[in-house]
């Protein structure tokens, strides 16, 4: 019997980016408001640890929780890319116009 290979993800950089613990995100992915946990601090220790799968349910509880996209869970290690992240969603929020400009200026700038 081969053992199950579980995917490469980020949940923990991402819990820690946050500064949450364990228990305080269990805490935030309620099924309903003012309901139960959707899963308990030691499931999401267990996810993190690469011992217990997770679905794209918990996926986008989780993203929801820490307020990131459920792909970035998967893909982008904020401890490495925060900066760049933190800039990527800054430029999400601007306008087309505005982020053309700041470009230009910032180009110039720098020649």
Partial sequence: MTKRVLGKHFIKQWREFRGLSL???ANRMEVEPGGPPL???????????????????LLNAIGEALACEPWELISVNPVADGQVIDLLRFIHDLDRR????????LQAALA
């Fill in 98 to 105: 505005k982020f053309e400009k700041a470009l230009t200026i």
């Fill in 39 to 57: 899963i308990s601090g030691m499931s999401l220790s267990r996810i993190e640890r690469g011992k217990k799968p997770y679905s794209e349910e």
């Fill in 23 to 25: 228990e305080r995100l």
